[in-house]
């Protein structure tokens, strides 16, 4: 998926951001105590785009600054009835974005272990549709179990699980350069 947003719009994860309603800035966010049901669209994106020359994408292994996690505020939009619901929105949507920068980081790595010299420039597309899949499974599977974020206590114990992960790659955050290989010497 390719997204290029300017200004300040557009966020790019980190860990001291956190979402708040206000963010949600489309002109569709409404939150009214006449609308009968709720519905977000969380303007995240996980964003892989690079440009360089042939011989530039043969010694080239770190991709870590070209894969990047963003949230754009224009295009997020929240519906909601009241204030309570809409924030049980945006918290659900604060652990997409998380979730979101936990498989940038699982591309990151996989990229990296898996580029070599004679990579096609195409070899990113199968690891990055498996890894969207997982995603988009995960992510549904929350929204269903927490509904949408309403089971506060569930949704924070599945977010928790989620920074914590998010953890155990943290060589492949978008400006970390991931740890050489370096092969056992036998002696």
């Known amino acids: 998926m390719c997204f290029f947003g300017f200004g300040q719009s557009v966020i790019t994860w980190s860990s001291d951001y956190e979402l708040k ?3 949600f800035q489309s002109p569709q966010t409404e939150i009214n105590k006449k609308l009968s049901s709720y519905s ?5 994106n996980l964003d892989f785009a690079f440009d360089m020359s042939a011989y530039k994408f043969i010694v080239t292994k770190n991709f870590n600054d070209k894969v990047k996690t963003t949230f754009n505020k224009n295009a997020a939009i929240i519906t909601a009835s009241d204030s309570i619901i809409a924030n049980f929105l945006v918290k659900f949507v604060q652990y997409n974005f998380d979730l979101t920068e936990l498989y940038a980081r699982k591309f990151r790595k996989e990229l990296y272990e898996k580029k070599g010299a004679f990579s096609s420039t195409n070899f990113f597309k199968p690891i990055f549709e ?6 988009n499974l995960e992510s549904s599977r929350v929204l269903k179990a ?10 924070a114990l ?6 914590l992960e998010i953890q155990t790659y943290s060589d492949y955050c978008l400006k970390c350069k991931p740890p050489k290989n370096r092969r056992k ?3």
């Open 185 to 187: 010497k036998n002696n």
């Open 146 to 155: 927490t509904d949408l974020g309403k089971n506060e206590e569930l949704l």
């Open 158 to 163: 599945e977010h928790d699980k989620v920074l």
């Open 130 to 135: 498996k890894l969207q899949e997982e995603m």
């Open 21 to 23: 309603l206000s963010d």
């Open 40 to 44: 977000i669209f969380s303007g995240i």
